[in-house]
T-cell receptor, first 110, second 114 residues
Framework: GQQVMQIPQYQHVQEGEDFTTYCNSS?????IQWYKQRPGGHPVFLIQ?????EVKKQKRLTFQFGEAKKNSSLHITATQTTDVGTYFC??????????FGAGTRLFVKA | ETGVTQTPRHLVMGMTNKKSLKCEQH?????MYWYKQSAKKPLELMFV???????ENNSVPSRFSPECPNSSHLFLHLHTLQPEDSALYLC?????????????FGPGTRLTVT
């Protein structure tokens, strides 16, 4: 079946270091979404990428969508303690089914 | 964030109890979802409703019974649950159709089955 794989599962960084999480789909996606879930919270939408090769930035966060629309990445520059949480990618193949990756849990040490 | 609300926020129930989870969205969306989130597992899609009709049912056990009386409300009726059903149950809504379905999640109901 359709799968969205996300790596790494966990990442420990020192505050100020960079962080990247990667997302790979077994099928071509119509778009990809990224969500953040703080500890004890619920997933919150961050951004959606639609076009092949698209790059979007939100302050220290950079999101990329691959040329083949099967992979994506989220890069955080100079992490802060407020960045802790789990980052999920979610692939949309059309219709009503959005497939979530397992998430990357980010720990930031001050 | 009050776009999607869920009640109760916490629920402890025995295996023989019957309870219901409630979700309400105030975003004017036309699709609603139930997800199960267990520790160390990906988000598991349980049910999808679009325009009050169920369009997706991911082989969920019959002890979970959804109900969508209108586009703003979604229920999950629970009966004779098992301890492994303990999890965070998340409701989400979206404006489905054309160009992606960004989902807005409620705060979830933390369910413990004893």
């Amino acid at each position: 079946g359709q799968q969205v794989m996300q790596i790494p599962q966990y990442q420990h960084v020192q505050e100020g270091e960079d962080f990247t999480t990667y997302c790979n789909s077994s099928t071509t996606l119509s778009n990809i979404q990224w969500y953040k879930q703080r500890p004890g919270g619920h997933p919150v939408f961050l951004i959606q990428l639609v076009k092949s090769g698209e790059v979007k930035k939100q302050k220290r966060l950079t999101f990329q969508f691959g040329e083949a629309k099967k992979n994506s990445s989220l890069h955080i520059t100079a992490t802060q303690t407020t960045d802790v949480g789990t980052y999920f990618c979610a692939g949309d193949t059309g219709g009503f089914k959005t497939i979530f990756g397992a998430g990357t849990r980010l720990f930031v040490k001050a | 964030e009050t776009g999607v609300t869920q009640t109760p926020r916490h629920l402890v129930m025995g295996m023989t109890n019957k309870k219901s989870l409630k979700c309400e969205q105030h975003l004017g969306h036309n699709a609603m979802y139930w997800y199960k989130q267990s520790a160390k597992k990906p988000l598991e899609l349980m049910f999808v409703y679009s325009l009050e009709e169920r369009v997706e049912n991911n082989s969920v056990p019959s002890r979970f019974s959804p109900e969508c009386p209108n586009s703003s409300h979604l229920f999950l009726h629970l009966h004779t649950l098992q301890p492994e059903d303990s999890a965070l149950y998340l409701c989400a809504s979206s404006q489905a159709g054309g160009g992606g379905s960004v989902q807005y999640f409620g705060p979830g109901t933390r369910l413990t089955v004893t």
